[in-house]
């Protein structure tokens, strides 16, 4: 095993498979010459050649249209989007066209796209720039929706996100790109879609959560655990479909649960997770389950009301001893 | 690391505390355990305990002052640590008066270990009544009387208490506004294996029946409720010859004085409720949502008149009891009841009440139903009366009792019936032991 960086990762996973499938195609804004905005796409101009590595005119809306006729006619297109702040341009396509044609055609298309790129606050980004967008995807039937949060999962699952014939929306993270981690060398390693990942086990409260809070939910069960409790950290790593059968085993296991995302709290992943757990597992919990969000209003640009925003270590910290009554 | 000391849940149902005095002063070196004030709850005066050992660094309630359950009304802490992120928080007032911000009141943080620690907590939440010996039964997780028989518990709590065969109204949350949790059914689970009652009489079968209700049943307590609601009530009054009730006391009492003991009439009479209760499970008995629990065992209430009001005391158990020990109970609970010195086990959990004016001459009256209980009776003065007995006018002891019945639980038959043997009972005071 290597220790790569998650932009690394990503790398590896879309060289192995352009060499594996002569069909995929990576498009976006600077994915070529420029080696992408954040070198997730470096050398692969010079191994693949301009037409499997292509830049597009700064036109959302147009190059993910023409990603899903590729689809449409066989092709398995990987476009990048420079962050998913970006493609809001491009919804129509993603969700009018990509997530709706297998089922309006009756199955006779497939459409084995992914749109991949950052999403989620960097820093001092302002309002526009700095929004988790993983529930505008994860809300329409049609899309997967995946969010790895370690080189691993970025490597597996981008392969996985790759090799699938649905539309896969792919969302990585700024600050996640010089995240380093082990990574298998193994061409073949494959994180299937649908699965999380328990990052860390613990008896006494779960910790749910989702792409790059996987983090923050580690720093904060490593704080709990110098006060004696042992949080459970489970990633999803993929928000839609859910791993519905992850998420109750460690519902039973700990009775109590605290849901961290990224993004808002209104309608966010968190509030789809909860509505499902108190369907199927109302008779395993112990307290009410609470959610650790991103504050509901849009991202300050100032630096100290930024943090103040963003969900921390010490807000989960605190959640989880509201859940245990502590 | 500081310990704050909060205003707790001292009853099932308080809300807010008020702070009657502290027993310990600001700058008091303080022990996990300690008395530190006194505290009056809707029912009686409780005693606060500390959470932490340390210094009473600060007051923030003073006395006469009232705090929200959950609301810090002091900090214990060493001497030099900074304690100021507290004080702000709550409300900050010096000691003497005040009264606990609201914005405390919110967060409710009920000092508890971790729900892994290596021993479970001996009973829920730690009461003041920490140094009294353990209570017969757990006390009740709410005061049913008031909040119409819910009970907050956990859907975990309720899964694993049906699981154990635990009565979740039996068990004393420890979660916020005492939410009953998995922890506190494990501990009353644990309780119950260990502990034989106090008054060392063993259960030697179930505690109640529940008996699924019929539509009919449903249709009477629907129709009935719409009526008169929410407990459609309804009176049987029957008049009792107490003759020989007073010949068996005096018997009684004769045997006892060698002891120093002695029985009243009113004993009897509830030892006879009691025995009455016993053959007729049907009036011990509570409407529950979907289906009625009849209880086996006679917990007795008995409606004491204290000065701010009224208070019910029970007799647990009583059907099991000889009149000696039930008339000893009784005055030992009332004087405690007077003092407002009583703890929630002692007047919460009645199956069936009873309630006396005689001593204050009124001759007949009707009770008010304390639910989820489903009959109150209601004891008029014994009075000499002329009757006809034979054929010839007679002057003869006569004390008219009132049952009030929930009638979604309680029919005129059955409430009758019930009255039948109780009257029988004391008109011939041997029929008791049958």
Known sequence: ?326 | MATKVHMEALSPTMEEGQLVKWLRSEGDQVASGDVLAEIETDKATMELVARGDGILRKIFVGPGGTAPVGAVIGVIAAKDEDISGITSSAGGSESGGGTASAAVATKPEPKQEPRRAEAPPASGPPRAAAAKPAPALPPPASDTAENGGRVKASPLARRLAADMGVDIARVQGSGPGGRVVKRDVEAAKAAGVQAPSVSAWVPDEAEYQDVPTSQMRKTIAKRLTTSIGPVPTFYLTVDIDMTRVIEARARINSILEADGLKVSINDLVLKAVAAALRRHPETNAQWQEGFIRRFNSVHLGVAVAIDEGLITPVVRNAHAKGVAQISAEVRELAGRARERKLVPEEYTGATFSVSNLGMLGIHEFTAIINPPEAGILAIGAMEETPVVVDGAVVVRPRMRVTMSCDHRVIDGATGARFLQTLRAMLEEPAAISL
């Open chain 1, 1 to 326: 095993m290597a220790v790569l960086t998650y932009r690394e990762a990503l790398n590896h996973a879309l060289r192995e498979e352009m060499r594996r499938d002569p069909d995929v195609f990576l498009m976006g804004e600077e994915v070529g010459e420029y080696d992408g905005a954040y070198k997730v796409s470096k050398g692969l101009l010079d191994e693949f050649g301009p037409k499997r590595v292509v830049d597009s005119p700064i036109s959302e809306l147009g190059f993910a249209g023409l990603g899903v006729g590729a689809a449409m006619v066989g092709l398995r297109p990987v476009i990048e989007f420079m962050t998913f702040n970006f493609a809001h341009l491009a919804l129509d396509q993603v969700l009018s066209n990509a997530a709706k044609l297998h089922y309006m055609s009756d199955g006779q298309f497939d459409i084995p796209i992914v749109f991949r790129g950052p999403t989620g606050a960097a820093l001092q980004l302002a309002a526009q720039h700095s929004q988790a967008c993983e529930t505008y995807y994860s809300h329409a039937p049609g899309c997967k929706v995946v969010t790895p949060g370690t080189p691993a999962d970025a490597k597996g699952l981008l392969k996985a996100s790759i090799r699938d014939d649905d539309p896969v929306i792919f969302m990585e993270g700024e600050l996640l790109y010089n995240v380093k981690g082990e990574v298998p060398d193994d061409e073949d390693f494959v994180i299937p879609l649908g699965v999380a990942d328990l990052k860390r086990e613990g008896s006494d409260v779960s910790i749910i959560t989702h792409g790059k809070m996987i983090h923050v939910a580690l720093q904060a069960a490593a704080k709990l655990e110098k006060d004696g409790v042992q949080a459970e950290v489970l990633d999803l790593r993929t928000i839609r479909p859910l791993d519905m059968d992850a998420i109750l085993t460690t519902v039973a296991k700990t009775n109590r649960v605290v849901y961290l995302e990224e993004g808002w709290p209104y309608a966010g992943t968190g509030a789809q997770v909860v509505s499902m757990i108190q369907e199927e597992a109302f008779d395993e919990l112990d307290a009410p389950i609470l959610r650790v969000t991103q504050a509901d209003i849009p991202m300050p640009y100032a630096k100290n009301l930024e943090i103040l925003a963003k969900p921390s270590a010490e807000r989960v910290v605190d959640a989880c001893n509201k859940v245990l009554y502590r």
